[in-house]
């Protein structure tokens, strides 16, 4: 578990010591969640930021129907929270909830700042991790604005194929923003392609 | 200006001295444009982060009907850029215009990459800036799911009240992703309330 999160921040910061390392490993608690389990709940106090070991998560809320909105999805390797909450320190609107059994390395807020203090190459880790999740961020908004539902089911299709396989269509149809009956019209295009 | 900027990164890192303060200043350049002008447009290679001392600006982008999709908007004390361009040091796909007339400061990739290397604080003030960029993002991702036109506009009046006297109503409308017709509905409804 902790190789693996080695080998992902030393993607960012080849020079990590494997002394460094391990001092920062010591502010990360493992987390494990079953299948349908809650990471995070509305109302929660956000605390943590997490990186998905294993499993595949769903970041959603919900509107005043009830009706759930998909926001992100989580696999090997990313991280995931509220960071709205998180940032603010703040309770969250949101929900995370395991899609699979899902083992999770944790560090809470004040662990991230005190790191962040202490060693100038994890702020940099940090920094750099933000970098692209602005930009997965501001990717999402011109297709929501843009695009049409098939254009960013092929889009998500051309990026993540491997989550296609994992999450059932009724999520990837959430978070597209269709009906579960627009996604199999899409689904039947790709099958003759 | 300077004095701005100043005051400005104080904010986040209150104890960078005068004299840190001018060793940072010297990276940034002082960029002018009228009404109308383009600070980005599709296919340049963006190279530089922008920072709003007096004026007004969007970045959009545009569809294959060639319809304006407006993703933000930028006044003074915002950062503009096409960040999915800068970080990934490529050409751009969006356009940034002056709504009013603008006075930037710009700073090239190369010297925020040389400033976060050389000074820890100011990777501070990065790693923290782009904390509020990525929840405004993830908000405004929220909204385009989960809320009416009518809530959208609702929302963005009551946070950027300045704006909707800045900006013409049409550029509302390309925002909150509605015609112009629609857009008047509701501020019909603002009027009698």
């Not at 998500?156 to 491997?162: D, K, N, S, T």
């Not at 959430?174 to 039947?188: D, H, I, K, Q, W």
Request: hydrophobic share 40%.
């Amino acid at each position: 578990m902790s190789l693996l999160l080695k080998k992902h921040i030393r993607e960012i910061i080849p020079a990590l010591s494997d002394q460094e390392f391990e001092y920062v490993m010591r502010h990360f608690v493992p987390v494990k969640r079953q299948k349908h389990q809650f990471l995070i709940q509305a109302d929660d106090e956000v605390k943590s930021n997490y990186w998905v070991v294993k499993g595949c998560l769903k970041l959603y809320c919900l509107d005043d129907d009830g009706k759930e909105h998909i926001l992100q999805f989580a696999m090997e390797n990313w991280w995931v929270s509220d960071y709205i909450a998180l940032y603010s320190r703040g309770k969250s609107e949101f929900y995370i909830s395991c899609i699979e059994d899902s083992e999770l390395l944790s560090i809470t807020m004040d662990n991230i700042d005190k790191l962040c203090s202490e060693m100038h190459a994890m702020e940099h880790f940090w920094n750099v991790k933000k970098r692209f999740g602005y930009v997965a961020l501001q990717k999402r908004i011109v297709s929501l604005l843009k695009n049409s539902a098939e254009e960013r089911y092929n889009q998500l299709l051309e990026q993540y194929p491997q989550l296609l396989q994992r999450v059932p269509k009724k999520m990837i149809a959430s978070y597209l923003g269709v009906s579960r009956e627009t996604l199999s019209r899409f689904n039947a295009g790709q099958d003759v392609m």
